[in-house]
């Protein structure tokens, strides 16, 4: 018998590949509806432009009563990512809702790429790069999205 869980994750599947949102990518990992690899492609016009960035997305048996546990795979430099790669967003969080799916969550993170809050941080160097040298936060994310081509 298919949980429910599986059942929400197996329909979050199937509209993410009839309608995918631009820059977004995302499937079960080998057969493992509650398990899945997703790729963001950096936004156009953007400092993060022609990225392509990794990430897991582990979901349990309350899924969609609680949210995913989703760390990027991909090396990044973003004020609302920790180093381990997990993500500091509050739809990941305390704003979690079960209207959320995979597509929105993705999408979520995609905006936050473009979009940081550095009064949250979780790397605390470059949100202090974003507030004070935007210059210097942006070559750092290029040299983030050359090492995304690996």
Not at 4 to 23: C, E, I, S, T, Y
Not at 79 to 84: E, K, L, Q, S, V
Not at 136 to 149: P, Q, T
Request: with cysteine; proline share 9%.
């Amino acid at each position: 018998m298919t949980s429910p869980a599986r059942k929400r994750l197996l329909w979050d599947f199937k509209r993410l590949q009839k309608d995918p949102p631009v820059g977004i990518s995302g499937a079960p990992l080998d057969n493992n509806i509650m398990h899945w690899n997703a790729v963001i492609f950096g936004p156009d016009d953007t400092p993060w432009d022609g990225g392509t960035f990794k990430m897991t997305l582990q979901f349990t048996e309350d899924y969609p009563n609680k949210p995913p546990v989703v760390r990027f795979v991909s090396r990044m430099f973003h004020p609302n990512i920790y180093a381990d790669g997990s993500i500091c967003l509050d739809i990941l969080q305390n704003q979690w809702s079960p209207i959320y799916d995979v597509a929105a969550v993705l999408t979520s993170i995609q905006s936050l790429l473009c979009d940081p809050n550095p009064d949250s941080p979780a790397n605390a160097e470059a949100a202090r790069l974003f507030s004070d040298n935007v210059r210097e936060y942006n070559r750092k994310v290029r040299e983030i999205v050359e090492l995304s081509y690996v």
